[in-house]
């Protein structure tokens, strides 16, 4: 990796907007102008199921993930890398930001393996190559990830790109960009107890701890996950609640509510 970035912020950040007052591409714009290092990483998850319901493609989820076939794969990498990416990155532009929208595939920045036969083309991340994000950094954009990856396996009927969890994107973006910070936006309060009561702080141990007795679950496995991955290169990690009017900014001037995850 050559010159080391300066204080980059990772954020992950929903498909779809979280709300119709969301405030997050505001947020984002608005810290640019300050002068923060921004990389963004989108999901896309409910956009996807509307077009595969559209096209008649039922929808599986393992343990937060999408099982993804051949048919599901076209349609995420259409949606995500096209229109998705495309929409977060007309948003920022237009409203007085720089952002270039980017896919894992792009400059060869994430390649993937098959994780599990099970679940088809979902890919685990093997290997991040940061240069595509260190130019667009240096430059003065904010670049905007869709989380497709490269195939590092790539056998002659497998196809080229592999869905990958946006969530386990940003965990393995931040660790190889040694980011300042890794904010999840999402749409609960953060990481809860069994009663449901908010935890405002983890250990790494805690963390896992939450994982192996089942009490993080669903979508938020990843999102621990990615957190514990983050902090090998990353100190602090954010998960926070992206609903609320200027979540982003609050949590930037120390703020914000929600979960932060550090060793």
Not at 4 to 22: E, M, N, P, R
Request: glycine share 12%.
């Amino acid at each position: 990796m050559g010159k080391k970035l300066s204080k980059v912020i990772v954020i992950k950040i929903g498909g779809a907007t979280l709300g119709s007052q969301d405030t997050t591409i505001e947020d984002v714009v608005a810290l640019q102008q300050k002068g923060k290092s921004l990389v963004i990483v989108h999901g896309g998850g409910k956009i996807i199921t509307d077009w595969l319901e559209k096209r008649g493609i039922p929808t599986r989820f393992v343990d937060g993930e999408r099982v993804t076939d051949e048919a599901t794969l076209e349609v995420v990498v259409s949606v995500l890398v096209g229109l998705v990416n495309k929409e977060i990155v007309a948003d920022i532009n237009a409203r007085g930001g720089t952002a270039v929208g980017i896919s894992g595939v792009d400059g060869g920045l994430i390649q993937g393996r098959i994780k599990d036969k099970e679940m088809g083309y979902v890919g685990e991340v093997v290997k991040v190559t940061p240069a595509p994000l260190e130019a667009l950094l240096k430059s003065g954009y904010i670049p905007v990830v869709a989380p497709v990856s490269l195939n590092a396996d790539k056998l002659d009927k497998a196809p080229g790109v592999l869905n990958i969890n946006a969530d386990a994107v940003a965990g393995e973006v931040a660790a190889a960009i040694a980011a300042e910070k890794l904010i999840f936006l999402t749409d609960v309060a953060g990481v809860c107890d069994q009663s449901g009561n908010l935890l405002p702080n983890l250990s790494p141990d805690e963390a896992e701890a939450l994982l192996a007795s089942g009490v993080a679950s669903g979508g938020m496995i990843p999102k621990v996950k990615a957190c514990l991955r983050a902090l090998s290169g990353t100190p602090l990690t954010r998960i926070i609640d992206g609903r609320q009017p200027h979540a982003l900014i609050d949590e930037i001037e120390g703020k914000g509510g929600g979960t932060t995850i550090k060793k």
